[in-house]
C-alpha cells in the first residue's frame, strides 16, 4: 500500500495510539472525538492506560470495551500490579478476555507513594512485572506489551539491569517493549544496539510525546528519568503564554524526532496522545499515512 510508504519510499510505517480514560462527560465526549479523528490512520492498535493504583480499573475497562463495540480498532488495555491481589488483578484480566480484547500492556506500576518512593508489593499480589506477565499468560491468549525504558527507569541500577528485567518479561511471554518517551534519539538508537546485543529480537517501539505543553511534560520528564535537553527547552523559550506558537513548535519537534527516527531504520512509532488527536494527526500525515477510506465509515 503506496500510501503508508516511509518518506524514502521504501519502508512500511506503523502506528499506535495511547490514550487515557476520561474522568468526566466532557473529557469522554473529547476523547471520542480523538478517536474518530484518528482511527481513519488505521492504527496497529489503541491502547488505554490504568490510573495510578488502579484507579481507573471501571474506567479503563469502559473505554476498551466501547472502542471494541464501536469501532474496528484493535485496543489494548494497560494494566498493573499496584495495590491489588493477585486474584483481583486476574479477575480483570478475564474481564478483558470475556469481552473480547486480546492485548495488554503489562507494568508493574508506580509506588503507591507516587514517584519517587519505594515500591513495595501487594500482599498477596503480583510482585513485579515479570510474574504479571507470566500469571496474564495463563489466563489467556493474549498479546502482551511491556514498558523499556533506553534512559533507564529511575529505581534502576543501570540499562544492564533494566536489560535483564527486559528479557524477563520477554522470557514469561512478552511480545513487545513500548519505550518511555526521550528527547533525545541517540539515546534510543543506543539502547536499541545494547538490546539487539543482548539477543532481544522483539519489536523496542519508541514512544513519542507531542510537547504541547514543555512546562507539563519538562515536570513529567523528570519524574520519570527522560532526559529533557537545553536546545529543547530553549525551542519554547519566551512562549509561555503563546499557545498558537507552541504548538507549532511542537509539530516541529515532534517531526523532526520522527523522520530521524525514519532515516536510522525505525518502521513502528507509538504516540502518547494525551487524548489530543491534532498534533498526533499531522505527523502521522507526514510519516506518509493518510486516512483509510473503509475505517472512515467504520
Ligand atoms: P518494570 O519493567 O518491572 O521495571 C522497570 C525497571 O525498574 C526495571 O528494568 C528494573 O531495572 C527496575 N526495577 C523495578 N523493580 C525493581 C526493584 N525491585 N529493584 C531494582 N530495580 C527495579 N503506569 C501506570 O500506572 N499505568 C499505566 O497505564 C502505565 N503505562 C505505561 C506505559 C508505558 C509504555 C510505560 C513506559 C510506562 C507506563 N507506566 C504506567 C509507568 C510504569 O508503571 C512505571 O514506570 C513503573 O514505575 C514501572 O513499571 P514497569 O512495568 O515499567 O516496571
Avoid at 30 to 50: C, D, H, K, M, N
Avoid at 57 to 78: D, F, G, N, Q, S
Avoid at 88 to 115: C, F, K, M, N, W
Avoid at 135 to 151: H, K, L, M, Q, W
Wanted: glycine residues 8%.
Amino acid at each position: 500500500d503506496i500510501s503508508r510508504l516511509s518518506r524514502t519510499g521504501k519502508r512500511p510505517i506503523r502506528v499506535s495510539f495511547e490514550f487515557f480514560p476520561p474522568k468526566t462527560q466532557e473529557m469522554e465526549t473529547s476523547l471520542w472525538q480523538a478517536i474518530e479523528r484518528l482511527a481513519p490512520i488505521g492504527p496497529s492498535f489503541v491502547s488505554v492506560t490504568y490510573g495510578a493504583g488502579g484507579s481507573t480499573r471501571e474506567r479503563t475497562h469502559a473505554t476498551v470495551a466501547r472502542m471494541l463495540r464501536e469501532t474496528c480498532l484493535k485496543p489494548a488495555a494497560h494494566l498493573t500490579c499496584v495495590a491489588a491481589t493477585k486474584e483481583q488483578v486476574d479477575e480483570v484480566v478475564r474481564a478483558y478476555y470475556d469481552v473480547g480484547v486480546r492485548h495488554i500492556v503489562a507494568l508493574r506500576g508506580d509506588p503507591t507513594g507516587g514517584i519517587g518512593s519505594t515500591y513495595e508489593p501487594h500482599p498477596g499480589g503480583y510482585e513485579t512485572s515479570t510474574a504479571l506477565v507470566a500469571g496474564i499468560r495463563r489466563i489467556g491468549d493474549f498479546e502482551i506489551s511491556v514498558s523499556a525504558y533506553p534512559e533507564k527507569h529511575p529505581e534502576s541500577a543501570g540499562i544492564d539491569a533494566d536489560i535483564d528485567v527486559l528479557k524477563a518479561k520477554i522470557d514469561a511471554g512478552a511480545t513487545r517493549a513500548i519505550t518511555q518517551f526521550f528527547f533525545e534519539n541517540t539515546a534510543y538508537l543506543r539502547y536499541l544496539d545494547r538490546v539487539r546485543a543482548a539477543g532481544i529480537d522483539i519489536p523496542i517501539v519508541p514512544g513519542i510525546v507531542p510537547v504541547e505543553n514543555f512546562r507539563q511534560t519538562a515536570a513529567f520528564a523528570k519524574k520519570t528519568g527522560a532526559h529533557v535537553p537545553q536546545w529543547l527547552a530553549d525551542r519554547f523559550d519566551g512562549l509561555e503564554d503563546d499557545a498558537a506558537t507552541r504548538r507549532l513548535i511542537a509539530a516541529a519537534v515532534a517531526a523532526e524526532q520522527v523522520l530521524d527516527l525514519v532515516d536510522h531504520g525505525v518502521e513502528d512509532f507509538h504516540f502518547y496522545t494525551m487524548n489530543k488527536p491534532e498534533l498526533v494527526f499531522a505527523i502521522c500525515h507526514l510519516l506518509g499515512l493518510r486516512p483509510q477510506p473503509a475505517q472512515q465509515a467504520a
